[in-house]
């Protein structure tokens, strides 16, 4: 089983929609979260950590169920910028040696 | 200039060449990590280093090696290169709290 699953979409919207993408996790005792954006042949770069109560950054917000073993990323008003892949990142240790990636959910902001 | 930088962008070779590739880094981090993207499995990590000649293995190290001569400096090494190898590799680095990973542009390797 990957230690990190994500539905690769393409998630295709219009501007202005609302869009969430969840990814879940197999190991209970990962203890860090972040979402990460990739644009087309770029790398990857940090979007937002997630945080136990959740948290919010401008039209983004991310949130964490344990219990459940999934984060979420809540897009807001979406933007044509906002064309991009998701990664939702795991980590499982204190000492952050390993990061489990996902293999991102695509996202098509459409005129 | 990029903080952290790969050579080469972009590599084709043959089966069997041997093929290093370089990263080096100008933000002072001592943690450095070498990833393989795939289509369908997202990044995988081959090896990483917390300090100079500090090696460990990642989830996918056989048929890679690597170096970590100087603060600055990660090589990852294909002794034999093999098709199955042809992917986007990228080099990231982390500061020693290690919560962010910076990365670089990516090699693109095909090998025939």
């Known amino acids: 089983r990957k230690e990190v699953e994500q539905d690769p979409g393409p998630f295709n919207v219009p501007e202005g929609a609302t869009v969430a993408f969840n990814c879940t996790y197999s190991?209970?005792?990962?203890?860090?979260f972040f979402w990460y954006r990739q644009d087309c042949r770029k790398e990857p770069k940090l979007l937002m950590s997630?945080?136990?109560s959740g948290n919010e950054d401008g039209r983004f917000t991310a949130q964490l169920n344990r219990a459940s073993q999934y984060i979420s990323l809540l897009i807001r008003d979406s933007k044509l910028s906002d064309s991009a892949t998701y990664l939702c990142v795991v980590v499982p240790t204190y000492n952050f040696n390993k990061f489990y990636f996902g293999s991102g959910t695509k996202l098509n902001v459409k005129p | 200039d990029a903080d952290v930088t790969q050579t080469p962008r972009n590599r084709i070779t043959k089966t069997g060449k041997r093929i290093m590739l370089e990263c080096s880094q100008t933000k002072g981090h001592d943690r450095m990590y070498w990833y393989r993207q795939d289509p369908g499995l997202g990044l995988r990590l081959i090896y990483y280093?917390?300090?100079?000649?500090?090696?460990n293995k990642g989830e996918i190290s056989d048929g890679y090696s690597v170096s970590r001569q100087a603060q600055a400096k990660f090589s990852l090494s294909l002794e034999s290169a093999i098709p199955n190898q042809t992917a986007l590799y990228f080099c990231a680095t982390s500061d020693s709290v290690g919560k962010v990973q910076h990365f670089g542009d990516g090699t693109r390797l095909s090998i025939l």
């Open positions: 280093s917390f300090d100079v000649k500090d090696i």
């Open positions: 997630v945080y136990s």
């Open positions: 190991n209970s005792a990962s203890q860090s």
